[in-house]
């Protein structure tokens, strides 16, 4: 049953999506960060950010099951500020032990939020459109964290880039706490829910989910990278902030033209075309010393994942209405995301940055041939709960 939630609900929304979704606005700073302050090479700092991403995933695994049974408020608010309480502690240590278990408690506590976060939006009026307003509230994060977090960064140290991370969750646990939407389910609804067995969710669902998880492959290991690339070109910090907040500024331009052309642009043109134009990006980024170039690969390189996933979330909303896919969105992401900075890593300490165009030409076809199944494999569509 698709549902209205009124401003509070979607501010609620907003706010937790950008906070779940922290990792795509952060990653080059938080690569750069464990680089450059705590003395990790490529591999150890990609390891740790795939540590964070590898407890989302679990979560999201096991929280998604079980959408409708749980309290989605309750279990959004105190996802969220005991990742944040992580985050807090983190900043007092430079123990990768220590990092590393942090890491992975602040992922899986992060991600249960925002699995609730996705699957509430999923039984949304219209799915396309509210995703598209929380990837905008995101690009209004990714502004603001930009132009911010380098400066406080270069003046204060490392540490509170964590500090940083810890008060937008724990912002976003009060956020959720007083105005996260309660969603209404019937209660034939609910008893069809716990008799009935569950239905398979149909093999074009997984396609889409696979595809897009890839495409998180080649975004994560490439956008990790970025800083660190920029740094050895001999880009300086002035040049490199401004890239990042172009980047962030075209996101804004990116989730809106997503909200507004869900009627207007042909979603299988958008899959079919999304990873091409990503491998494209992602060599130039990899290969380039051109600062003009690299810097607007770099700015449209995020906003185009971005773009992708509102298509395909308002796609497989449509393909399962039952929002147990949605609900998976961030594990299946995540796992995409985990394997990308430690992958990103290894390739750069063996074979140097150019290895990972060469990974993003091989993702990438994978990619395309995973979106193109979408409509060719059926069943197309899980009906609402009868179906669960």
Not at 142 to 154: K, N, Y
């Amino acid at each position: 049953m698709s549902q209205r939630f009124g401003l509070k609900g979607n501010v609620a929304l907003m706010a937790s999506n950008c906070a779940g979704m922290l990792d795509l606005v952060a990653l080059p700073l938080w690569i750069g960060v464990l680089v450059a302050a705590y003395h990790y090479d490529s591999q150890q700092a990609g390891a740790l950010v795939t540590l964070f991403l590898i407890g989302a995933v679990c979560a999201s695994l096991s929280i998604a099951p079980r959408f409708k049974q749980l309290n989605h408020r309750l279990v959004t608010s105190i996802g969220y500020l005991a990742a944040g309480g992580c985050f807090f502690i983190a900043s007092q240590t430079d123990s990768f032990i220590y990092l590393a278990i942090l890491h992975v408690i602040a992922g899986a506590c992060a991600s249960s939020a925002l699995s609730m976060t996705h699957g509430t939006i999923a039984r949304g009026e219209n799915p396309h459109r509210l995703y598209a307003m929380t990837g905008f509230a995101s690009g209004v994060l990714g502004i603001a964290f930009m132009a911010v977090a380098p400066t406080i960064i270069d003046q204060y140290g490392g540490h509170t880039l964590f500090i940083i991370f810890g008060g937008i969750l724990t912002l976003a646990a009060l956020i959720c706490a007083f105005a996260f939407p309660r969603i209404k389910f019937d209660q034939q609804d609910l008893n069809i829910t716990q008799k009935a067995p569950r239905r398979k969710i149909p093999a074009n669902v997984w396609y889409g989910m696979i595809g897009i998880s890839v495409m998180v492959v080649t975004q994560a290991m490439t956008f990790s990278f970025m800083e660190r690339v920029a740094r050895e070109r001999g880009f300086n910090a002035q040049e490199i902030t401004v890239i990042l907040v172009g980047l962030s500024l075209f996101n804004l331009f990116a989730t809106v033209m997503a909200g507004i052309s869900e009627k207007r642009i042909s979603t299988r043109l958008v899959l079919f075309l999304g990873p091409i134009i990503q491998v494209t990006l992602a060599n130039i980024i990899m290969n380039s010393s051109s600062l003009p170039l690299f810097g607007a690969a770099s700015i449209v390189f995020v906003s185009l994942i971005m773009f992708t996933h509102i298509f395909v979330f308002g796609l497989l909303a449509k393909l399962d209405t039952s929002g147990r896919a949605l609900a998976a969105t961030p594990a299946v992401l995540m796992i995409g995301a985990a394997v990308g900075p430690v992958l990103g890593g290894t390739i750069v300490k063996i074979a140097g940055y150019h290895g990972i165009g060469i990974a993003a030409v091989v993702f990438g076809c994978i990619s395309v041939f995973c979106f193109m199944r979408i409509f060719q494999s059926a069943p197309l569509v899980i009906k609402p709960e009868q179906t669960v």
